[in-house]
């Protein structure tokens, strides 16, 4: 599976969108890019995934960049509860992930 | 509630005494699997479930066995638990199908003394 890269941690304020980017460049045509979060030691909690298009649900919205290389998960209004580590993953299968170290948000009042 | 139950969700034991910890879901998943979280390592996959009968390793199985006789249920079994296996375990299902994100339980806090 192709290696991602995130920043380890990052600030945003509340009821501001938060934009958590990734860069995976070595992704291979039939890898996705996943997002899972963390919030302090609960089980990690699937966010949204991609190939390629854009997407979007209730909770986020995926931009994947046209060559694929990074992706950027968008919270529109980050709330404090928002809080937690979130995971990029990228892998040509949703069952075997391999989680990296992800992104530390803080969302501030 | 749809959900993955794993029990206990502490733990502490003594090194060699076999111990279980047992994850049942409720939604019917195809697959499940377990995994361990250690600071600095990340979430690494120990085993993994397909449906009933069927596992195979993950990335760190050594000192670890599962069962699927049932498909509710993936117990994780540490034959002769060693310090080293101190860790957090989640356990978490999913649908059999690559548009659906995995539900993990709650996490068990394992202390091996």
């Known amino acids: 599976d192709a290696k991602t890269t995130q920043p380890p941690s990052m600030d945003c304020a509340e009821g501001r969108a938060a934009n958590l980017p990734c860069n995976h460049s070595?992704?291979?045509?039939?890898?996705?890019v996943y997002w899972y979060r963390q919030i302090h030691s609960q089980g990690p909690q699937y966010i949204i995934h991609?190939?390629?298009n854009n997407e979007t649900n209730e909770m986020a919205s995926l931009i994947i960049t046209e060559d694929r290389k990074s992706s950027t998960l968008i919270l529109p209004h980050a709330t404090l509860r928002d809080t937690a580590v979130y995971y990029c993953?990228?892998?040509?299968?949703?069952?075997?992930?391999?989680f990296g170290s992800g992104t530390q948000l803080t969302v501030l009042p | 509630e749809a959900q993955v139950t794993q029990n206990p969700r502490y733990l502490i034991t003594v090194t060699g005494k076999k111990l279980t910890v047992t994850c049942s879901q409720n939604?019917?998943?195809?697959?499940m699997s377990w995994y361990r979280q250690d600071p600095g390592l990340g979430l690494r996959q120990i085993y993994y479930?397909?449906?009933?009968?069927?596992?195979d390793k993950g990335d760190v199985p050594e000192g670890y066995k599962v069962s699927r006789k049932e498909k509710r249920n993936f117990p994780l079994i540490l034959e002769s638990p060693s310090p080293n296996q101190t860790s957090l375990y989640f356990c978490?299902?999913?649908?059999?199908?690559?548009?659906?994100?995995?539900?993990f339980g709650s996490g068990t806090r394992l202390t091996v003394v």
């Open positions: 978490a299902s999913s649908r059999d199908n690559q548009n659906y994100g995995y539900t």
């Open positions: 070595t992704i291979s045509g039939n890898e996705y």
């Open positions: 991609g190939l390629k």
């Open positions: 993953i990228v892998s040509s299968s949703a069952r075997q992930l391999t």
């Open positions: 939604m019917n998943h195809e697959y």
């Open positions: 479930s397909m449906n009933v009968e069927v596992t």
